[in-house]
């Protein structure tokens, strides 16, 4: 169970870095030559999403890497990544995936710890 959070955190994180860095890069280009109306135009939180781009999937990656050695540290750390993409950055076409594996991730590394199961 351990090596599925620890495979499920790893590619969330990577494919949430994806979907960070389109939606760090958004926000800056919106920002240096301004919106076109009705086709780009600038998100509501600015910082918001600039943050969570950063943070989000680092959280998962790191959540992933935590696995065997701290499954209990591991599953909060993978659920608020989930969270926070959830957040930042709604539920799509593209960041289905890494919010659901996030999610997931964090409860079977849960799962893991109270069970003892491997």
Do not use: C
Not at 30 to 54: C, K, M, N, Y
Not at 87 to 113: C, D, K, N
Request: hydrophobic share 55%.
């Amino acid at each position: 169970m351990r090596n599925t959070v620890l495979i499920l955190g790893i590619i969330a994180g990577l494919w949430g870095m994806l979907i960070g860095f389109f939606g760090y890069g958004y926000t800056q280009f919106i920002e240096w030559f301004g919106e076109i109306p009705d086709v780009a135009e600038q998100v509501d939180h600015v910082q918001r999403t600039q943050l969570i781009s950063l943070i989000g999937p680092i959280l998962a990656l790191v959540g992933g890497g935590m696995a065997h050695a701290r499954p209990l540290l591991s599953g909060p750390v993978l659920l608020v990544s989930g969270a926070l993409m959830y957040w930042g950055f709604e539920f799509g076409a593209f960041t289905m995936f890494p919010i659901t594996m996030s999610l997931v991730a964090g409860t079977l590394a849960l799962i893991a710890h109270f069970t003892k199961g491997d």
